[in-house]
């Protein structure tokens, strides 16, 4: 494959030195710098593109590839109230969206096994669910997308009705606490806490690694695909 790579920071990095471990080559690289760079790529150049980039400019990123037939995979949290536009825009110009909040294989379980206790603490009153999220001081967005996905995963599954970031947070919320800190990968912990008792479940990322394999697995899979498409297709079909 031939990987336009969008965001060029410490995953975008990580993401190239897999890609050509692995035999694929780098069509270009789009930073702040060269923005501007991003209209000399189409699908006549590139065989797909990888979005790590920043809120600011995500959503005008996969609008570009999707309108110049560019498959896209796209990692950037922050701008999600424009994904449903952005999903109408690649079913009508019949191309390839995937979007996922974390692409570490380790994560995914974690999402799974999140929906299980969820379900599992339905009818226990007692407790009150809390999630944290740790990461490095350089993520500017809070919480992060995989804290906001994991509060998904439970109010699908439970009586809670919204996650809230503030303290006083009421017993149909699910309270996010996000820490910036250096070094820091990133931890995610789901906590469901009585007065008798705490039930816990915790991912921890020892590098970037796990995120970056996940998104280059994800985009060798996706090169022939069509439509919107996320990690539970992928992992289904990985089954």
């Known amino acids: 494959m031939n990987v336009l790579l969008i965001g060029y920071g410490k995953m975008g990095r990580t993401i190239r030195e897999i890609l050509i471990g692995r035999g694929h080559t780098i069509a270009g690289k789009i930073t702040i710098d060269n ?28 609008n570009y590839c999707l309108n110049n037939d560019i498959p896209i995979v796209s990692g950037t949290t922050g701008w999600l109230e424009k994904k449903e536009d952005i999903e ?13 909040s974390n692409f570490s294989i380790g994560v995914n379980i974690f999402f799974q096994l999140n929906k299980v206790l969820a379900r599992l603490m339905v009818d226990q009153k007692d407790y009150h669910t809390e999630i944290e999220e ?21 109010i699908e599954d439970s009586e809670h009705s919204t996650w809230t970031m ?9 309270k996010i606490t996000a820490i910036r800190k250096d070094p820091a990968p ?16 915790r991912h921890t990322a020892h590098s970037r690694k796990g995120f970056a ?17 996320t990690m539970d297709d992928f992992l289904s079909e990985r089954e």
């Open 166 to 174: 503030k303290d006083d947070s009421k017993p149909d919320e699910i």
């Open 35 to 62: 923005a501007k760079d991003l209209s000399k790529f189409n699908s006549s150049n590139t065989d797909i593109a990888i979005e790590f980039s920043n809120p600011e400019s995500a959503y005008e990123n996969i």
């Open 186 to 201: 990133g931890t995610h912990v789901v906590t469901y806490t009585s007065e008798v008792d705490d039930i816990e479940i």
């Open 213 to 229: 394999t996940g998104a280059v697995l994800v985009t060798e899979w996706l090169v022939t695909k069509k439509g919107v498409l």
């Open 134 to 154: 740790v990461h490095h001081t350089q993520k500017v967005d809070a919480p992060s997308g995989t804290a906001i996905s994991l509060a998904e995963g439970i």
């Open 88 to 100: 109408k825009l690649c079913l009508q110009r019949n191309g390839t969206f995937f979007y996922a």
